[in-house]
Nanobody, 125 residues
Framework: VQLQASGGGLVQAGDSLRLSCVAS????????VGWFRQAPGKEREFVAA????????IYADTVKGRFTVSRDNAKSTVYLHMIGLRPEDTAVYYC???????????????????WGQGTQVTVSS
């Protein structure tokens, strides 16, 4: 599967953004899709994920209550709706996909086989 992330931009603290991750492939509905982010000089970190089998959503504690992950299988798209953005949310955001991930592994970037190219989110104070 190929992934294309988009929707990033430069916003002010408190603003909102919606990122999109469009996938190719006929079996998209079976894939778990994760969002990760990487700030300069830092490791890639888990943000959120949505499972393919039952659309269960999982969030990092740092974004819980502010970010919402959803999917539209008819459009082969997963969204990350971000509200209340903070300067510390500044990073390149990546979407990733894999099939058959167990719930305990969805936070691990190494467990995803397919990655999008990333979209920059910059939050100014």
């Amino acid at each position: 599967v190929q992934l294309q992330a988009s929707g990033g931009g430069l916003v002010q603290a408190g603003d909102s953004l919606r990122l999109s991750c469009v996938a190719s492939g006929r079996t998209f509905s079976r894939y778990t899709v994760g969002w990760f982010r990487q700030a300069p000089g830092k490791e890639r970190e888990f943000v959120a994920a949505i499972r393919g089998s039952n659309s269960i959503q999982i969030y990092a504690d740092t974004v819980k209550g502010r970010f919402t992950v959803s999917r539209d299988n008819a459009k082969s798209t997963v969204y990350l709706h971000m509200i209340g953005l903070r300067p510390e949310d500044t990073a390149v955001y990546y979407c990733a996909a894999d099939i058959g991930l167990i719930l305990s592994r969805v936070r691990q970037p190494s467990d995803y086989d397919f990655w999008g190219q990333g979209t920059q989110v910059t939050v100014s104070s």
